[in-house]
């Protein structure tokens, strides 16, 4: 049936990109799917995605940058099927201003979607885990960044600074607390990126697929994994070697 079968498995940011993909291998793995979403058309076509090959899914939408939104789907999820295995914290935005001319919201907004949510999330879930495994999006944007995304910079810096104390507090045997860094992978993120189009920020190289850092997630994900905690698997295609 696959690595995650049974298991109960919460993904952030799953009705598009990197989240989509990693819902549904989740799921053809024999995961059970817990999949957030703002888009409800998207969730109601990953669900049916999910269900044509008999997997298990409940789609749930909600704002990650909402607190109450959180406390909602943990709920509802433990609700369904009593326990949480994974977590998932795949949801992102950016912003493409200069910090001098940035309104103080739009940082709070970053940050609080970017960073506070993976914080709220392991608060709700981590007590409801047993050989558990966390795993968080980064972005090689924490070791390399360029002009007018510093909150999204300051954020991926800060979710692995996040991962690497989280471990220290978590015995590994409740949970492994790992990150995946991707580099330019095709999403609609990248493709919207005006950073991208004015040619500010160069893609050079390899550009990864949604499937690829699903992948990467799956495994970190995995018992196939056990030995890894507390650290970032950059998976870039080499464009932190060319910076």
Sequence with gaps: MGRFKDKVCFVTGATSGIGRATALQLAREGGRVVALGRDVAEGKSLTDEIKKTRGKVLFIRADVGVDADLVAAVAQALAKWKRIDVLVNDAAIMTFKPILKMDPADWDLVLNVNLRALFRLCQLCLPHMKGGAVVAVSSVHAFQTTPNVV?????????????????????????????????????????????????????????GTPDELAAAICFLASDEANFINGTTLVVDGGRLAQL
């Design 151 to 207: 909150p999204y910079a300051a954020s991926k810096g800060g979710t692995e600074a996040f991962v690497r104390g989280l471990s220290l507090e978590i015995p590994h045997t409740h949970a492994r607390i790992n990150a995946v860094a991707p580099g330019a992978v095709d999403t609609p993120m990248l493709r919207n990126n005006p950073n991208i189009k004015n040619g500010t920020e160069q893609v050079t190289g390899q550009v």
